[in-house]
């Protein structure tokens, strides 16, 4: 089972970012998947999840800045980050089947 996250970097206040998740060794499809964040000093947190029907959950103030996807046919999972803020640098992980992903480092600064 793996986890490999991709997308990340570093950007401006008020830019975007996708970030992209690649799945392999289950059948990612029956799982919901989830995107967690954690910040220097600060406990790891829900961003958002998805079920495989596609129903999706975001963590507090997220919503309407952050959108969560899911291609089953591919085995990947999306995040597109707008409006960004300098509180949402953080390491970014990709979660499903009770299995981590490594992370990726975003970064908002001016």
């Known amino acids: 089972v793996q986890l490999q996250a991709s997308g990340g970097g570093l950007v401006q206040p008020g830019g975007s970012l996708r970030l992209s998740c690649a799945a392999s060794?289950?059948?990612?499809?029956?799982?919901?998947m989830g995107w967690y964040r954690q910040a220097p000093g600060k406990q790891r947190e829900l961003v958002a999840t998805i079920t495989p029907q596609g129903s999706t959950d975001y963590g507090d103030s997220l919503t309407g800045r952050f959108t969560i996807s899911r291609d089953n046919d591919k085995n990947t999972l999306a995040l597109q980050m707008n409006s960004l803020k300098p509180d949402d640098t953080a390491v970014y992980y990709c979660?499903?089947?009770?299995?981590w992903g490594k992370g990726t480092q975003v970064t908002v600064s001016s």
């Open positions: 060794g289950f059948i990612f499809k029956i799982y919901t």
């Open positions: 979660h499903g089947r009770g299995v």
